[in-house]
């Protein structure tokens, strides 16, 4: 119990076998006597994100970044979830400072893309959803992200041949089906 490398170990453990509150069981425990245990604090944060527990994720996040304060991935995550909680003015400072530190992040560009899109800035949003594609052509919702700008635009035929570039790599794909 008190082998804190072997919790985190087996958090991690719990949380890609899908045991979700197991993982937030024992990375709140390693939390708790250690609050500088940043790592278990991202973890966590990240299994926030996927719930949708916004404004948890947001306060580890500030955590994380009052230990790292320029950890690249939280900086970016911050952003993102500003965004998530219609504060994405806010959460521009910190994607851009995210990217100052890593301009290939494609899901930092998709992010920078989404918040670009919430201020109604279209072509701007555009030119950054391109440059994900151009990154990454895998990832999903950058191409999802610029057919939604070319819809809002009115150009249809272009939302069309991106949510079908979205779908012919995951058939599946809800955001892009809708």
Known sequence: ?????????FAIMCE???YIDLAKEHYNKIIKKNSLHWQSKFNLYLIYIKEKKYEKALQLT???????????PALRDKAVILYYLKRSEE???FIEESLKQNEKDYIALNTLGLIYMDLKQYDLAKN???KAI?????????????GRCYYIDYDRESAFINFKKALDLNPQYTDAIN
């Not at 119990?1 to 170990?9: E, F, G, H, K, V």
């Not at 970044?65 to 320029?70: D, G, P, R, T």
């Not at 151009?134 to 610029?146: C, E, G, K, R, T």
Request: hydrophobic share 35%.
């Open 1 to 9: 119990p008190s082998d804190a490398i072997a919790r985190y170990n």
């Open 128 to 130: 950054i959803f391109k």
């Open 91 to 93: 959460g521009l400072p």
């Open 62 to 72: 500030n955590d994380v970044l009052a230990i790292n304060s320029n950890y690249q």
């Open 134 to 146: 151009s990154i990454n052509a895998q990832y999903m919702p950058s191409y999802n992200n610029l």
């Open 16 to 18: 890609q076998l899908d």
